[in-house]
């Protein structure tokens, strides 16, 4: 049967299709319905997936204790940073040309350039990685031991996020869905057994995630391997993503770096231990509304591509913001309450509500910037410009408000900066309606 003709399916976006057309004044059309449809299956392949990540997090972090649970988390913040110049301005570029090209012969050069182009960056850079790794190691003050799991998981990593785009770019969100659930369930029984034969060091936690992003990768690439031809790298093809992607190149480090300057800092300032409660607090209050936010992502940039005229999603946005920023500031410290309880760790209030403002931001943030980026390269520039202020400002805040408060300091610093980053996007948007008008 397909899933056009699935009554449960067709009755579940009615029901939203009618709740939007009552929140937002318009009817719901055919392409409406059809986004519903890709969010529905997105929400549910990602809910079932950040579920059992939340299961490693909550129960990983409680068996090995804060000072693992920080190890873990400066691994994935130093492979965030790693992963930076693997595919260097062409990767970033992929959705985009994918979304605004039909064509399967260009599809298929598109997709080769960009996974041979991967693959070659990965082949130069890692050994660079592994040769440098003692110095590095020593500048940010990590064990060389955590650095090296980093570099070995920035290659899956890599190969994870190229799997992504390639399957936003397709519009293959159900596939996305499907092969999301698949890739999260093995894993799982991996981590089960790890507490049965109650093995509580870093393992417990490292093994399970690089195993997520091992399958998702082989499953999402060989359901793609018609468009992949090995050692192709098109000229003409490599130009069209590098244009756009080397912006998006810039954007994504500052992007990368503005979201884990605060775990370094915290490590170097403090010690590994405070990072542990620092990411269990950051998990708990993304634990929901990161999933919803994750969701309209991976549908919002494909479909924002096509849009001659923004107005009306931000018209949508700025609805939808005034709606839930409440809703979340209210919801968030009672659910971070409830993760610090299973977790064990200690639990502040002010805390808590630190984190429910920054993080509830730096979604909206999320999906401003998203909207913005899609329109094209020079808006992207602008993007560009607000996250370098947001990062020049983020940086002196983090080492003095780390001084001065501790981990209540760095999401202070955090929370700020995305909120000067806010302003900037949603000035940048108004302009792009004054210009098409």
Not at 282 to 292: K, Q
Not at 299 to 314: I, Q, R, S, Y
């Amino acid at each position: 049967m397909k899933l056009e003709d699935n009554k449960l399916l067709n009755f579940a976006i009615n029901i939203i299709a009618n709740i939007y057309s009552k929140i937002f004044k318009e009817k719901s059309g055919p392409a409406t319905k059809e986004f519903i449809k890709k969010v529905i299956f997105i929400f549910i392949g990602t809910g079932i997936a950040k579920s059992i990540i939340l299961v490693f997090n909550l129960i990983g972090g409680r068996v090995t204790g804060p000072e693992i649970y920080g190890k873990f988390s400066l691994i994935l913040s130093v492979t965030e940073i790693l992963v930076i110049p693997i595919g260097i301005g062409v990767l970033t570029g992929v959705i985009k040309n994918l979304a605004e090209t039909p064509d399967l012969k260009n599809r298929k050069s598109l997709i080769s350039t960009a996974f041979n182009f991967q693959v070659l960056t990965i082949l130069i850079l890692i050994p660079l990685y592994y040769l440098f790794h003692g110095i590095l190691s020593s500048a940010l003050k990590i064990e060389p031991t955590v650095f090296i799991l980093a570099i070995i998981l920035s290659i899956f990593w890599s190969f994870n996020t190229l799997s992504e785009t390639i399957l936003q770019g397709l519009h293959r969100q159900v596939h996305y869905a499907i092969f999301l659930s698949i890739s999260h369930i093995i894993p799982l029984f991996v981590f089960v057994y790890f507490l049965i034969i109650d093995n509580t060091e870093l393992m417990i936690l490292y093994l399970p995630f690089i195993l997520v992003l091992f399958l998702f990768s082989i499953i999402s690439l060989i359901s793609t391997k018609k468009f992949i031809k090995i050692g192709l790298i098109s000229k003409k093809h490599f130009h069209k993503l590098f244009e756009y992607g080397i912006i998006a190149f810039f954007l994504y480090i500052l992007t990368t770096f503005l979201g884990n300057v605060d775990r370094i800092m915290i490590n170097y300032l403090l010690a590994t231990s405070d990072l542990g409660i620092y990411q269990a607090y950051y998990t708990a209050s993304i634990s929901i509304v990161g999933i919803l936010a994750g969701v309209f992502i991976k549908v919002l940039f494909p479909t924002a591509v096509k849009l001659k005229d923004p107005k009306g999603f931000t018209k949508k946005l700025d609805k939808l913001s005034l709606i839930s920023f409440p809703i979340i500031l209210l919801v968030s410290p009672a659910i971070i309450w409830i993760f610090l309880y299973i977790y064990n760790y200690p639990f502040s209030l002010m805390t808590a509500a630190l984190f429910a403002i920054a993080t509830t931001i730096d979604l909206i943030v999320v999906l401003y910037s998203t909207l913005l980026n899609a329109q094209g390269t020079q808006f992207i520039k602008k993007t560009l410009i607000g996250l370098g202020v947001a990062f020049l400002v983020n940086i002196p805040l983090n080492y003095v408000l780390i001084g001065w408060y501790g981990i209540n300091g760095a999401i202070m610093s955090t929370g700020f900066s995305f909120f000067l980053l806010f302003v900037y996007l949603r000035y940048s948007l108004s302009k792009i309606k004054e210009k098409k008008k």
